[in-house]
């Protein structure tokens, strides 16, 4: 089988020959490289050209619609030292953001002001949600397809996240969003209940895309979004859009990078067919095992090793090599699994072990 064959059928609840191990170090890379840190076997290499060298399955993320704005909604941005402001004017009100540059060595980009901070900007955030369109662009994912070939996959992780998840994450903040949410009920889900109207209607697009595997990036955490809030919100969203996707075939995952325990006896029930990067023991009290007992073999996995065990400094490499096997044993029969980050491979991790997982990988399924 090749990795593309291996990889759609873990997702789907098969089970092929053997499992498939599909690193997400896309963070990795893009660091390393800005520091020029890249170590030398792989300089100059693309990403998927890495993924091929070290052995692993390609995993590859691209675009597929396009959206415009409102021309009635002016944009203007300036900056102030490390702070980058983007005030939004629209015919209903005026709205800001503020991201702030780090200043320690990853330079990384924060969402440090919100672009909803007190209720009445909900009815300048409907607005502009209002008058977005949505339209096909699939010329970037065809081209990154065939540039992945069956070495793995190229999914689209733009599928609209949970509204609820993304008003508060990403326009309000989770604090002030839980606040928000049981101060002003009505107007939260008035905003939520506008954003699914339009998570349907990009969700048709998708499903008419040339693309196979789709992905909602909703972070999912039972710590942030409770059992209780993901029964009310989550839950009929999701069956809401698998419906749409699986009626054109397309494999619905979800990217749950936090803790989810408690979500599982639900999401098995969710219309998701798998559920990708969150993380296991010793990051948390779940194992790979006990959370493909709770999912009874309805979703699919796409986890497996947590972060933190990618240093040596953590776990020396005889451990890290009884991790792995022991990993391996406890997914048997193999099926319905794709070996994963959770949820991706530290920008100062020890890189070599990407491809130590490929090398245990096929010594378990005698590869070699």
Not at 117 to 135: A, G
Not at 257 to 269: A, Q, T, Y
Request: proline share 5%.
């Amino acid at each position: 089988m090749t990795n593309k064959e291996r990889m759609l059928l873990g997702l789907s609840g098969g089970q092929p020959d053997r499992i498939a191990w599909a690193p997400n170090f896309d963070w990795w890379l893009s660091i390393n490289t800005r520091m020029g840190t890249v170590p030398e076997e792989y300089k100059g290499l693309s990403r998927n050209d890495i993924v091929r060298k070290v052995g692993a399955a390609i995993w590859a993320r691209a675009g597929l619609i396009g959206s415009k704005g409102s021309p009635e909604v002016k944009t203007r941005s300036y900056t102030e030292g490390d702070k980058i402001y983007t005030i939004y004017e629209t015919p209903v009100g005026t709205v800001s953001t503020m991201n702030q540059t780090a200043s320690e060595w990853t330079k990384a980009v924060f969402l440090k002001e919100h672009l909803v901070k007190k209720v009445d900007d909900l009815k300048v955030l409907r607005f502009m949600i209002e008058n977005t369109t949505y339209y096909p662009a699939y010329d970037d994912f065809i081209k990154a397809e065939q540039a992945v070939g069956d070495d793995g996959i190229a999914l689209y992780m733009g599928v609209p996240a949970v509204p609820m998840i993304q008003l508060m994450k990403t326009y309000i903040g989770w604090v002030d969003g839980l606040y928000m949410l049981y101060d002003y009920p009505e107007e939260m889900e008035k905003t939520a209940d506008l954003m699914t109207q339009k998570a349907l209607e990009v969700c048709e697009l998708i499903a008419d895309s040339p693309a196979k595997v789709v992905e909602t990036n909703d972070n999912l955490d039972e710590r942030t979004f409770s059992p209780k809030l993901f029964e009310r919100y989550g839950l009929p969203y999701y069956r809401q859009i698998s419906e749409i996707l699986h009626k054109k075939g397309k494999i619905l995952k979800c990217h749950a990078c936090g803790f989810v325990k408690h979500l599982l006896p639900m999401i098995k029930e969710s219309g998701l067919d798998a559920l990708e990067a969150f993380p296991t023991t010793p990051m948390n009290d779940l194992t790979i095992k006990e959370a493909r007992e709770k999912l009874e073999g309805k979703v699919s996995i796409m986890s497996g090793i947590p972060s933190v065990i990618m240093f040596r400094k953590v776990i020396n490499d005889d451990d890290f090599r009884d991790y792995v096997l022991k990993l391996l044993d406890d997914i048997q029969p193999g099926d319905g699994f794709v070996l994963g980050m959770a949820d991706n491979v530290p920008a100062n991790a020890d890189f070599d072990r990407v491809a130590m997982i490929s090398q245990i990988v096929n010594e378990y399924y005698g590869f070699n």
